[in-house]
């Protein structure tokens, strides 16, 4: 038999779960939305101000892109999410289209041996991306 007090505790145990549940989705809609807004507004600038050419991480998604990092370039991030070093002029990275997140490209090829999800985000990709 289930007490009073024991049951209470479940049902609000359950309402804390429900509003957590609720507050998750909220912020990935609010995120996704957010996505999509930049990446209307990125289409409509039609590129950089300077004229600079975009660098691979804000083009459309595609295939696997790997490719050299050059901090001239625009990149956003200066630092491998797996290894935790920073990116050198020079050095191969990798872009996941799923996310354009990118990684040294032996790290990332490494953590992709293991998982089929980005290690920064862990968004999923295809079955294409893990090679």
Same mark, same amino acid.
């Given at each position: 038999m289930v007490s009073h007090g024991s049951a209470a505790a479940m049902g609000a145990f359950a309402i804390v779960v429900l509003i957590t549940l609720l507050f998750l989705r909220l912020f990935h809609e609010k995120?996704? #939305?957010?996505?999509? @807004? $930049?990446? #209307?507004?990125?289409? @409509? $600038?039609g590129g950089d101000e300077e004229g600079q050419q975009q660098p691979p991480a804000e083009q459309a998604a595609g295939p696997p892109l790997v490719c050299r990092y050059r901090r001239a370039d625009g990149w956003r991030e200066r630092s491998c999410g797996?290894?935790?070093?920073?990116?050198?002029?020079g050095e191969i990275i990798r872009v996941l289209p799923a996310c354009m997140h990118y990684?040294?490209?032996?790290?990332v090829g490494e953590w992709l041996s293991a998982h089929h999800t980005c290690p920064l985000c862990r968004a999923p990709l295809a079955a294409a991306d893990t090679t």
């Open positions: 995120r996704k #939305a957010e996505q999509q @807004e $930049a990446a #209307a507004a990125e289409e @409509e $600038a797996v290894c935790l070093s920073e990116l050198a002029d990684f040294h490209a032996a790290c």
